[in-house]
């Protein structure tokens, strides 16, 4: 698949799971994704998306997946993540993140290098949140970190 992955995505209300990663879309996550009340499993991880995560992620509550690894994005990772109460696994590795927010620990996400929880190949400046273990903080990219 190529191009963006389209705003109109959000009226699948019904999709419980969307998995569209290892294509070629380019562009940003559109916010219209936190529309997607009933979705469980969202993997968009080894494309080339661009631009933040949308804040409106924090409106999938039913999340348990969330895989966005080897793209390009940026910014901060939102604060409205500690909203997925329900997700067992975070993958945010390989992009260009600046900050985690410190209460993702409140998620209990088992952040180490034999998860599939982590962050790490990131440009994450210290200080990090307790959870977040040695393996992921060891490989970020803290050249630009004052």
Do not use: H
């Amino acid at each position: 698949l190529t191009g963006e992955i389209p705003a109109e995505i959000g009226y699948l209300q019904n999709l419980v799971e969307l998995d569209i990663r290892g294509n070629q879309l380019t562009g940003e996550i559109p916010a219209e994704i936190g529309n997607l009340n009933n979705l469980s499993i969202l993997i968009l991880s080894y494309n080339n998306l661009t631009g933040e995560i949308p804040a409106e992620i924090g409106n999938l509550y039913n999340l348990t997946e969330l895989r966005l690894s080897n793209n390009q994005l940026i910014g901060a990772i939102p604060p409205e993540i500690i909203n997925l109460e329900n997700l067992n696994i975070l993958d945010l590795k390989v992009n260009y993140f600046s900050s985690i927010p410190n209460n993702i620990c409140d998620l209990d996400l088992n952040f180490n290098n034999w998860s599939d929880n982590t962050i790490m190949a990131n440009q994450i400046c210290p200080p990090y949140p307790e959870c977040i273990s040695q393996f992921d903080i060891s490989t970020q990219d803290t050249l630009n970190c004052q």
